[in-house]
């Protein structure tokens, strides 16, 4: 009776494959506690990314998995979530109380990237993390805008530290607070790269589960300067499905494979169409381009992201579509990214040991 209520229970747990994590909750390493009392299961599952709102529907599936068992009469399951601190590079250490830095990133400029950055930073506070937004588009900064933050300033504490400003629960520092928007930025590289260096280590950020680091289009100075002094547990490389972005973003992804940043995949922006009017769904910018390069460069896919001209609307309104629709389709695609995101920064280890498992006959 025992060893059939054991490989039972395991069983059922190795049915279920997360769709964030990809793999069965086992492999993840994800099962805490599991005991058998007669006919009663209890379960505990620790996740390692913001889970907030989407434990319960995890609980959920989960109680009906094992209930399915004929001898199970009930089925407790707990989920919590905690965010750990993943590697970066050789030789860096972590900065403050940050746990993860992630870079997003293009080759090339008006793929999205901003908008998908404001959007994950956003998403992952929605799901209980505690996150920070570092606007490192040092002459084109947008991020203050896409907050509401237009105009604002942060302060200074005691001349040493700034103060990031704070939206929706996200703080955010950028360049933009320290200048006139319309003021261009005529600074050479050495400048530029001293900018962004006091920026993420003169900012006070608290504690922080993760700081999304908004990175210009490009491969330059700024790169450079992020993936040789800042710690990068990860990057997200964003592009939209034409030719053209595509060749940019290899190169983008190559840059970060180069100089040892983990590439957690790619974010296909702008990857469908559908009229407003008639609802016509229409492949503007081609199609299957993000999915053959990630498959070409063994990242994942994360997101396959609409064009719809609320996302624009939205973010240059000051209400990010997590913030402005977080229950609608396009706000769910955000939220699916974010935890596809960091979940690609949980380490499973296909040779975890199953948790030892308690059985009481009753």
């Not at 609802?279 to 999915?291: L, M």
């Amino acid at each position: 009776m025992t060893n059939d209520r054991d490989t039972a229970v395991r069983r059922v747990l190795e049915t279920y494959v997360d769709p964030y994590l990809e793999c069965d909750l086992v492999t993840a390493g994800a099962v805490r506690a599991l005991t058998i009392d007669g006919p009663t299961v209890n379960l505990a599952i620790e996740l390692g990314f913001p889970a907030s709102r989407y434990a319960e529907t995890l609980a959920v599936r989960l109680r009906e998995l094992i209930a399915t068992l004929d001898w199970v009469t009930e089925a407790n399951v707990e989920v919590v979530w905690k965010v750990q601190s993943h590697a970066v590079q050789r030789n860096l250490q972590p900065i403050g109380a940050i746990r993860n830095i992630l870079a997003v990133a293009s080759g090339k400029g008006g793929v999205g990237k901003s908008t998908t950055a404001v959007n994950l930073a956003l998403a992952l506070a929605r799901d209980g993390a505690r996150v920070g937004l570092l606007d490192a588009d040092i002459y084109g900064p947008s991020q203050p805008r896409m907050m509401g933050l237009a105009g604002e300033r942060p302060v200074s504490r005691g001349g040493r530290s700034i103060v990031p400003l704070e939206a929706y629960g996200v703080k955010v520092i950028s360049i933009g607070f320290l200048i006139d928007e319309e003021e261009p930025m005529v600074w050479r590289g050495p400048m530029v790269t001293q900018a962004l260096t006091q920026l993420i280590s003169e900012t006070d950020w608290g504690e922080l589960d993760y700081l999304i680091v908004d990175m210009p289009p490009g491969t330059g100075d700024i790169q450079l300067t992020l993936s040789q002094r800042v710690p990068v547990s990860g990057a997200v490389i964003v592009t939209t499905p034409q030719d053209i972005a595509l060749i940019d973003a290899r190169k983008g992804l190559r840059m970060f494979q180069k100089v040892e940043v983990p590439v957690l995949g790619i974010v296909e922006n702008m990857s469908t169409h559908i009229c407003s009017q008639c609802g016509h769904e229409e492949h503007v910018f081609g199609t299957g381009g993000g999915r053959r390069m990630a498959e070409q460069y063994g990242v994942a896919l994360l997101a396959e992201l609409p064009l719809d001209v609320r996302i624009r609307e939205q973010a240059d309104g000051g209400t990010p579509t997590v913030v402005a629709e977080p229950d609608s389709p396009l706000g769910q695609a955000y939220m699916d990214m974010s935890r596809r995101i960091a979940a690609k920064l949980v380490r499973t280890d296909a040779g975890t040991v199953f948790p030892t498992i308690s059985v009481e006959d009753s």
